[in-house]
């Protein structure tokens, strides 16, 4: 007799930089979320969707949680947080260390404070001896009432096939919520800005790129349908950023628009056609109006 199809809800929580957007983007097998190794990569819940015979996860990659320090952090802690009483199942990412600092005790107490059943994930154990891996487990494994413990490498793939396999046993029979081809609800505006956001995060010097936002002013198919056109504006904070935004001679944001283009067109699988301007908002992210302007709308989560 064949398994009842299941499917539900999953969010994957975490630091920031813990290796979310990499693993959920290993699980699904397409890249969806950006990833960097600075800060505030993902800024709002990205819902992507996995789906097999046996049923169909969407994931919810969201934020990292961390203590808000403008109105854009306290946006995105929202958006992390909210997710947690929402879900079926709860993926929390550490890395394999022993070390339990007010980051995750922060977020301890806030599992501690859900109903929702908690994997706990430890991610990056390419980079750890067996013997580190296992000290991380006993370290944790009594901070939370775990209803399992899996240690993943995202980044090389190790171990995420069970890690899914396992996620299938605890959700409920359900229907499928996205047709079986769907692999994100994120509009490709979307999706392409963030692309052009994480060549940008990767490009340039550590202060500058919390400081960026994207957004696309103009994506049009040409009549004949073999090139997109897409004008694209990187909002900076300052006169100065803008200066290195683009670079000496505009090195910086040609460098930027060569390696977004080619991610774009392997997404949408035609030629793209990829003019970048830089625009100064000052302080855009304590501002309400830039805030929801720029797609950070806390009324939508």
Not at 274 to 293: E, F, H, M, P, T
Request: aromatic content about 6%; charged content about 30%; overall charge neutral.
């Amino acid at each position: 007799m064949k398994n009842k199809f299941k499917s539900g809800f999953v969010t994957i929580v975490g630091r920031p930089n813990v290796g979310k957007s990499t693993l959920m983007n290993r699980m699904i097998g397409q890249k969806i979320a950006i990833t960097s190794n600075k800060a505030q990569t993902t800024r709002n819940r990205i819902q992507t969707v996995y789906t097999s015979e046996d049923g169909q996860i969407i994931f919810l990659d969201t934020p990292g949680i961390n203590r808000a320090k403008n109105k854009l952090g306290d946006y995105m802690l929202t958006a992390a947080e909210r997710t947690l009483g929402e879900v079926d199942l709860i993926l929390w990412l550490v890395e394999p260390t022993t070390y339990i600092g007010a980051g995750e005790q922060y977020i301890i107490d806030k599992l501690k404070a859900v109903k929702t059943p908690v994997f706990l994930v430890i991610n990056k154990t390419d980079k750890a001896t067996e013997e580190e891996i296992l000290k991380a487990i006993v370290a944790y494994k009594d901070q939370c009432d775990f209803a399992e413990v899996v240690p993943v490498s995202a980044l090389m793939g190790t171990n995420t096939d069970d890690l899914v396999a396992t996620i299938m046993k605890y959700l409920p029979e359900g229907p499928m919520y996205y047709d079986e081809d769907t692999i994100t609800d994120q509009p490709e505006r979307q999706i392409v800005a963030e692309l052009i956001r994480e060549k940008a995060l990767r490009n340039l010097s550590q202060e500058i790129p919390h400081g960026i936002a994207v957004v696309i002013e103009r994506m049009k198919n040409r009549k004949k349908g073999d090139i997109v056109d897409i004008e694209a504006v990187i909002i900076c904070e300052r006169d100065s950023h803008k200066g290195i935004i683009i670079g000496k001679k505009g090195a910086m944001i040609k460098e930027i628009g060569t390696e977004a283009r080619t991610e774009i067109e392997n997404l949408l699988d035609t030629r793209v056609n990829l003019k970048l301007w830089v625009k100064v908002r000052k302080d855009w992210r304590d501002s309400d109006i830039l805030l929801k302007n720029y797609g950070y709308n806390k009324k939508e989560l």
